[in-house]
């Protein structure tokens, strides 16, 4: 369809993943601020936390790398009052 065997396709695609060092210390660090947090922090509060740290991280790599490591931003929902006209 593209242009690319079938073989090689599935070769490329079955390849193993490749150590990547920042990525590691990228996870860390996303591990360690969703803790200080308490984990209420979501993607966008932990990029901007590992940012002021020094560490380049966008909001959808952030919540790639909660995604991979399972954590989930436990915030509470908002009160709804209930008034008499509603």
């Known amino acids: 369809m593209f242009g690319v065997h079938r073989s090689s396709y599935r070769y490329w695609k079955n390849r193993p993943e490749k150590p ?7 996870r860390s660090q996303v591990l360690e601020l969703h803790g200080i947090s308490h984990g209420s922090a979501g993607a966008r509060s932990i990029a901007t936390m590992a940012t002021r740290r020094g560490y380049q991280m966008g909001r959808w790599l952030a919540g790639r790398l909660m995604k991979e490591l399972g954590l989930v931003s436990c915030q ?6 209930k008034t008499w006209w509603s």
């Open 20 to 26: 990547d060092g920042r990525r590691a210390v990228l």
């Open 76 to 81: 509470q929902p908002t009160h709804r009052y």
